[in-house]
Structure formats: C-alpha cells, structure tokens
C-alpha cells in the first residue's frame, strides 16, 4: 500500500487487499484456531491463532498505516483483547523499580490497572497535571522511563503538549519512553507518533470499531526492538482478540473519518449551547476558545472531537439531568454511533473515588454520537429544565 495515500483512502485499503483465493473485497474471517504445515515446522505463515491470524494482520496492517502519518519512521500495530489488554502489556516493558508519570486525570480503569496491580510488583507511579509544563518537569525521576498520557483527558478534557513533552523527554537521561492513549482523539484527528510519542495505545472498542458491538485494544509504535518485544508478550501473554473481532473493528475503521467529522460537528454545537445553559456552571471541551487547552489542541489536533464533559451544581443535579435523557442513553463506554450520558464519579472513575484523582459529583460526561444534533439539543434542553 502506497504511503502517500489520504487517511481516507489508508481506512479502506490499508492492510485489506482482495482475497487472493476468491478475489473477495473484504477480508475474510479466518475462524480458525490452527493451520495445516506444509512439513514439520513448515507453515504459510501462520501456525496458531494465539500468535498470528490473518484477520488480525489485516487489522494490524490498517492500524499502523492510519497512525503512522507524517512520522519518518515505519510504524508497527499489535492487536489486543481490549484497551486494558494493551494497556498491561505495555506496561510489562518496565522493570521493579522503574517509574510512570502520568496524568491527574487518567481514565479509573487505567487508574486501577497502575495502582492496584502493577504497583504490587514494584513498578512506581505518580500523577501530575500533564497540561502544566513546570509540573510535568519537576516530576520526572532518574528512574522515570515512561511518560503516560491521555490528551484530551478522560472525563475531565485536559490538553497535553504532545511535542513539548516529548522534546522534554528527549533532554533526560536516559531517555523515557512517551506513550499517548490516543482513544479521545483518533488516529482522524491527532497522531502522536508524528509529534515524537514512541507509543500509541488505543480501545479499539471505541470510535475505531465505532458501533458498541466490539471490545479490543491496540498498540502502535515505531520503534523496531520494542515492537518485537510486544510482540513476544502479545503471544507469550495471549490476551489477543479473536478474528470476528478484528473483522468488526476493521469494519468500523473504513467509515471512522466520515463519522468523527460528524462526532466533532455535533459536540461542538452542544458544547456551545451547554455554555450558555444557566443549569452548568462549567463546561469542559477543547473547542471552546475558553478552554485553558484549547489552543495547544489547535496545533496538535484536525478538530476538537465527540466528547464532552459539564458539570452541574452537585451529583443530585448530575444524576437527575442522566436519568431524564430519552435520546442520549444512560450508559458507559464512549465512541459510538449513539450518544451516550454518564457520571464519572459513580461510573466509569468509581475506582479513583477517595484518591486525589477523584472527579466531581456533579460532573456529566457525553459521548456525542452522529445523531441529529436537532434531537440531540432538544434532548438536552429537556432534561436540564
């Protein structure tokens, strides 16, 4: 596949050849565990699903294309169960002893994942405001060797300086490794590895797979030797995910850049119209000039993106205004073709209540979907009265 082809155009084709068998446009579900050998330990290229499969190459292949963009270097894509698969596999790269910095404002799964499992086996962490440079800097360690990022932030919208972050790592040593979940954002509108990131993780479950009907994980990277390490623990470990999977993410990725378009259009009009609304008292998204990130986001970033975050007076007010939604639906996850309403606090951050990093009850987190943004404001305008 060329590498000066359009994002567009890398969705559909990258990765996705015609069947040479049949000539079948799509790629095939190969629905099989194991493979026939030509002789003993003579394969086509494939020997056990656990390790390789043709659906998941292909899904691989596409992911590497659509995150690669301006960077010189080749990317490499490795496919997972999930997000948080993908997550603690990366994280299996660290060493006791070695330190995370990470933001105050990272997704409670993630938040979970660090403090009640892998801190256990020796590896530190701490938390920071990513979008403050001095903070950021005065956190690093000798022992620092990974920076974790979420730009924007989950649910609290926090725009991180990918560049500068990078170039910070850049001057220690030895040099930390960058890595950017990028699950927000999308390969459509942002792409670390151009802006120095050394990895890029991905819930594929999201607004890659797009329709709510797939949960998967991806990594992407370009460095050589660290993606033939993965790719030892993505076997080695085996939280893979299985070809129907793939095939549905794959399915989802060729209409990703038409839907985002439509995500960005309509949360920025309902950002807007929640700015004005005399219920919110603050509304969180990196479109609106008056956020303190909004212009860092404009360097880095096509638009703004689908999520939107508001608080209201207190978690009464929160709880009322989710349960009287009739088009948004009361729900966790994010990223698909429906909207979706939920509180942070009591949902998808439940595991970071009583840390520093808890959230405020009285915040509201949107998912905007592609509906009409029409329905989506009237929605709106009902349930906050």
């Known amino acids: 596949m060329k590498n000066d082809l359009r994002f567009e155009t890398l969705a559909i084709h990258a990765g996705q050849e015609p069947d040479p068998a049949t ?47 301006s960077a010189a270097a080749p990317a490499y894509a490795l496919a997972f169960a ?11 790269l ?21 403090e009640r499992v892998l ?39 926090k725009i991180a300086d990918l560049a500068g972050i990078a170039r910070a790592a850049g001057e220690r040593q030895p040099r930390p490794w960058v890595a950017v979940d990028n699950t927000f954002a999308t390969p459509y509108l942002q792409q670390p590895l151009a802006l120095g990131a050394d990895f890029v993780v991905h819930s594929t479950t999201k607004y890659l797979g797009g329709h709510s009907d797939v949960v998967g994980g991806a990594i992407v990277t370009s460095d050589a030797t660290a993606y033939e390490q993965l790719k030892f623990l993505q076997n080695a470990v085996g939280a893979v995910p299985g070809p129907m999977d793939c095939w549905l993410t794959l399915r989802g990725i060729k209409t990703l850049a ?3 378009e439509r995500h960005c259009d309509n949360a920025e009009r309902i950002a807007s119209f929640l700015q004005s609304h005399p219920a919110v008292d603050r509304v969180l998204y990196p479109g609106l000039e008056s956020h303190p990130g909004h212009y860092t986001a404009r360097r880095q970033m096509k638009r703004f993106g689908g999520m939107v975050s508001f608080v209201l007076k207190n978690a009464e007010a929160a709880r009322k205004a989710a ?11 994010l990223g698909g073709v429906e909207s979706l309403i939920e ?15 808890e959230v405020p009850p009285g915040l509201v987190r949107l998912s905007v979907g592609i509906e009409h943004v029409a329905d989506l404001l009237n929605d709106l305008k009902q349930a906050l009265g």
């Open 323 to 333: 349960a009287a939604t009739q088009v948004f639906t009361l729900a966790e996850s």
């Open 94 to 114: 660290l060493k006791p002893g070695e330190h995370v910095l990470t933001g105050d404002d990272v997704y409670g799964g993630t938040y979970r994942l660090f």
């Open 82 to 92: 999930s997000g948080m698969a993908a997550t603690d596999t990366l994280l299996r």
């Open 343 to 357: 509180l942070p606090a009591a949902m998808t951050h439940a595991s970071v209540a009583g840390s520093a990093l």
């Open 258 to 260: 038409l839907r985002m």
């Open 119 to 157: 801190k256990t086996y020796g590896i530190e962490f701490s938390y920071v405001d990513m979008s403050d440079p001095e903070s950021f800097e005065r956190e690093l360690r000798p022992n620092t060797r990974l920076i974790w990022l979420e730009t924007p932030t989950n649910p609290l919208l």
């Open 23 to 69: 000539g079948a446009v799509i790629p095939p579900v190969y629905q099989t565990s194991t493979y026939a050998q030509e002789q003993v330990g003579e394969t086509r290229g494939y020997e056990y699903s656990r390790t390789g499969n043709p659906t998941r190459a292909a899904l691989e292949a596409c992911l590497a294309a659509l995150e690669q963009g």
